[in-house]
């Protein structure tokens, strides 16, 4: 980002709650139609403590193994897988995260399913799309999400509630517009096809959140925007005595 950020959490928080709010009546959209997910990886509690406190109530964690360690030192929030989940964490992330951001494989749909209909958890999946096509990048090919969805759908217990995009990174958020743009009307043909309700999409950052809002957004992911830039030296869990046989 081109202008300093503000000095304090508080600031910092009512600057992006005004760029929200500016760009959902920009697009004419109700503000609580986008919910703001704070990025807090990296983070320590106490600053994530200070972040919840100021009314950032759901947060954003992409690794397992981090969200579980550092929500029990916060206050209560609702925590958001937003990174890759790998098959061997499934089990423990169900034990934290209410929604998940970033499904994108298909056997990844079958453990889940199996471990959702052992475990009674119920949570939001999203299904990523690799929007751009780029061979480096997680998620769905635009073509594959088609039969990803209908295998999830077959399973019966996976509530897929929408699709998620993390665009090539550009330094002009208008060059993000079109696939922001390819991610809705993706969404509306897979609502149509499969004649459901597929509500959220999950896409916009820091540096275009606000583009992703006129194209539709339902969820913004917003880490430095908020907390600052993510610096070395950063927060890591301590290890607890079972961590190897949980983490491998
Ligand atoms: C880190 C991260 C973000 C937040 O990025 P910022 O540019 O710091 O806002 C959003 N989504 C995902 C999947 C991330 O890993």
Redesign the pocket.
């Known amino acids: 980002m081109d202008s300093p950020l503000p000095e304090t959490f508080s600031e910092r928080h009512a600057a992006v709650e005004a760029r929200i709010a500016a760009a959902c009546a920009r697009a004419g959209r109700d503000r609580a139609d986008v919910t703001l997910?704070g990025?807090s990886?990296t983070f320590p509690p106490e600053i994530v403590s200070e972040a919840i406190r100021d009314g950032v109530t759901v947060l954003?964690e992409?690794r397992v193994q981090e969200g579980l360690a550092k929500a029990p030192l916060c206050p209560s929030a609702e925590w958001h897988l937003?990174?890759p989940l790998q098959r061997n964490k499934i089990r423990h992330a169900l034990s934290l995260f209410t929604v998940l951001?970033?499904i994108d494989s298909e056997p990844l749909l079958h453990d889940l399913a199996r471990v959702q209909d052992e475990t009674g958890a119920r949570p939001d999946v999203m299904l990523e799309v690799n929007v751009a096509d780029e061979p480096t990048k997680h998620g769905f090919t635009p073509a594959a999400v088609r039969d990803a969805l209908r295998a999830a759908l077959a399973d019966g217990v996976l509530r897929v509630v929408g699709l998620?995009c993390?665009p090539p990174f550009v330094t002009d958020p208008e060059q993000s517009r079109p696939r922001f743009r390819a991610l809705r009307e993706l969404r509306d043909a897979l609502q149509d096809e499969f004649s459901l309700a597929l509500p959220q999409l999950s896409m916009g950052?820091?540096?275009d959140?606000e583009v992703a809002i006129e194209e539709g957004a339902t969820y913004v992911?917003?880490?430095?925007?908020?907390?600052g830039r993510?610096t070395a030296g950063a927060w890591k869990p301590e290890r607890s005595p079972d961590s190897d046989s949980y983490f491998v």
């Open positions: 997910v990025v990886k954003g992409n937003i990174g951001h970033g998620m993390i950052m820091s540096g959140f992911r917003i880490g430095t925007a908020l907390f993510r």
